[in-house]
C-alpha cells in the first residue's frame, strides 16, 4: 500500500525576522544582522524607516546580506520609494512596495509609506498599492501584509497623539484577512500585538520580532 502524500510529515514553517524604524542606526541593523543568524531565519522583513529623511541609507540592508540573508523592504516616511528601490538593487533585495513574493505556501504583499512624515503617501495610494501586491498571493495558503503604518483604530493608534492609523490598511485587513500584517511608526508601540479578526497585528519595531508562518 502507498503511502498518503505529506502523512506523518509537519510542513516547515517559514522564519522570519521582522524590524522597523531603523533610521539610519547601523549597530541597530548589526545586532538584528546577528540575530537573524543566530536565529537561522529564511528572510528578513524590513518595514519601513530605513533612513532618517534619507541622510543615512549606508549600513543598513549591507549587514543582512553579509549574513547571507534573503531582505525585503519597503519605503516608510522617512525615503522616498525611489531610495527603497536603489537599496534593493544595490543589496538585492525586493522592494514589497504594491508588489509580492511567494515563500513556499507563504505570500507575502506589501506598501509603505505613511499619511504623515517628510514623505507622506495617500490612503489612496496605500489602497491601491495593497490591492496590487495581495492580487499576486490572492491564491497562496497562507499570507503576511506588511505596511509601515499601523491600521487606524487599533491600539497602536492610541498610543501617539500625533501619528495617525490609515484606514486604507484597516480596510485592506478587513477585505483581505492576512493570516499576519507587520509594521512598525509608532516607535512607543514597539512589540505590541492585537487581533482584528483573524488577523494577528504585529508592531515588529527596532528590536524585531521572529515569527513563523
Known amino acids: 500500500m502507498g503511502k498518503v502524500k505529506g502523512a506523518g510529515t509537519k510542513e516547515k514553517k517559514l522564519k522570519i525576522l521582522a524590524a522597523s ?21 529564511d528572510l528578513v522583513i524590513l518595514c519601513g524607516d530605513l533612513t532618517f529623511a534619507e541622510m543615512s541609507t549606508q549600513g543598513i540592508v549591507g549587514p543582512f546580506i553579509k549574513a547571507k540573508k534573503k531582505v ?3 519605503p516608510g516616511n522617512h525615503e522616498t ?10 543589496y538585492g533585495a525586493t522592494n514589497l512596495h504594491g508588489s509580492s513574493i511567494k515563500m513556499g505556501q507563504v505570500g507575502i ?6 499619511n504623515i512624515g517628510p514623505f507622506e503617501t495617500s490612503d489612496k495610494d496605500i489602497s ?9 498571493v490572492k491564491g497562496t495558503k497562507k499570507k503576511i501584509m506588511v505596511t509601515h503604518v499601523h491600521p487606524s483604530g487599533s491600539k497602536m ?7 495617525p492609523g490609515s484606514d486604507a490598511v484597516r480596510d485592506a485587513i478587513k477585505k483581505f ?9 509608532v516607535h512607543e508601540a514597539e512589540g505590541l500585538e492585537e487581533k482584528v479578526g483573524k488577523t494577528k497585528l504585529i508592531n515588529v519595531g527596532r528590536k524585531g520580532k521572529i515569527i513563523e508562518l
Open 21 to 41: 524604524d531603523i533610521h539610519g542606526d547601523t549597530a541597530s541593523a548589526n545586532k538584528l544582522a546577528e540575530m537573524a543568524k543566530k536565529e537561522n531565519v
Open 72 to 74: 525585503l523592504l519597503i
Open 81 to 90: 520609494v525611489a531610495t527603497a528601490n536603489f537599496l534593493a538593487e544595490l
Open 109 to 114: 504583499f506589501g506598501c509603505g509609506g505613511a
Open 128 to 136: 491601491y498599492l495593497l490591492k496590487k501586491g495581495y492580487f499576486g
Open 157 to 163: 493608534e492610541k498610543l501617539s497623539q500625533i501619528v
Open 177 to 185: 484577512q492576512p493570516d499576519i500584517a507587520i509594521f512598525g511608526h
